[in-house]
């Protein structure tokens, strides 16, 4: 499956962006999805993610609360609701797929990635 990720930009503090994530071919509901995100000079983070059905979602520990994973499988799209934005949210986001949610919660396994976009966050 090949994805696209889209909806980065600026924003400032305690602002909100919902990123989508948007998949070519037939099998999208057959994949769970994440998101991940990665700051210059850091390593990738896993931020959140959803089993095939949607009915089953995972998130980091630095954004509870405050982001939502959903998914609309008749558009092939994942989504990320992010609200009360934080400086520290500044990263590349990429979405990923994987026959299983647990290797997206593991940031293993992930059979195909997004190009990822830019948000940054203003204080």
């Known amino acids: 499956v090949q994805l696209q990720a889209s909806g980065g930009g600026l924003v400032q503090a305690g602002g909100s962006l919902r990123l989508s994530c948007t998949a070519s071919?037939?099998?999208?509901?057959?994949?769970?999805m994440g998101w991940f995100r990665q700051a210059p000079g850091k390593e990738r983070e896993f931020v959140a993610a959803?089993?095939?059905?949607?009915?089953?979602?995972y998130y980091g520990d630095s954004v509870k609360g405050r982001f939502t994973i959903s998914r609309d499988n008749t558009k092939n799209t994942v989504y990320l609701q992010m609200n009360s934005l934080k400086p520290d949210d500044t990263a590349v986001y990429y979405c990923g797929a994987a026959d299983r949610i647990g290797k997206v919660v593991q940031g293993t396994g992930i059979g195909s990635w997004g190009q990822g976009t830019l948000v940054t966050v203003s204080s």
């Open positions: 071919g037939r099998t999208f509901s057959s994949y769970a």
């Open positions: 959803i089993s095939q059905s949607g009915g089953t979602t």
